[in-house]
């Protein structure tokens, strides 16, 4: 097992949004949302300029953003090693101010 840091950098724009933080699991019993044939695992709510810190498998897994009908992914490559992830918030009033996820 390793861990996975997800922080919320600070914006005004969405900083009301609070976007639900999914985990790719691999068990019907702890998955809460089906997206493009995998399950995922809601791990919370990710406020503005906070972060969240889950424990994640070696295996290579999907992570997965979700705010209305917007969703950012990120595919976390397999390892043993911890991974810190970004989120950011965009201003786009044509697209509804999308997240994006990258590594840090």
Known sequence: ???LTVKRK???VECVTRPD????????SKASLRAD????????KLKNGKEITV?????EI???LAVGKMQAALRVPSG???VALLVKAHY?????NPFSIECI
């Open 80 to 82: 043993e090693n911890d």
């Open 62 to 64: 999907v992570v997965l």
């Open 92 to 96: 786009t009033p044509a697209k509804g």
């Open 37 to 44: 044939d995998m399950l995922f695992e809601n791990v919370g």
């Open 55 to 59: 424990d994640i498998p070696d295996e």
């Open 1 to 3: 097992m390793r861990k």
């Open 21 to 28: 933080l999914y985990v790719q699991c691999f068990k019907k």
């Open 10 to 12: 600070w914006s005004f």
